[in-house]
């Protein structure tokens, strides 16, 4: 299995670790953990690298 991590793009904050599933609902970003625990940000996905398990995002 691989799982992400999350991160603000603007300073690398990290924003969730161990995320299983993102979904896209306009322009709120459901980020949802191994664990089922659920995020909810507002802004949009800049980059994903499957490689490295890595999502950037653009938060307002």
């Not at 161990?18 to 980059?47: C, F, H, Y």
Request: charged share 25%; net charge negative; proline share 0%.
């Amino acid at each position: 299995m691989c799982l992400a991590t999350v991160y603000k793009e603007s300073d690398d904050t990290v924003i969730c670790k161990n995320v299983s599933k993102i979904t896209v609902e306009g322009d709120t970003l459901i980020i949802r953990d191994i664990m089922g625990a659920e995020t909810a940000v507002q802004g949009s996905i800049l980059m994903v690298d499957l490689a490295n398990s890595i999502v950037k995002l653009e938060c307002d």
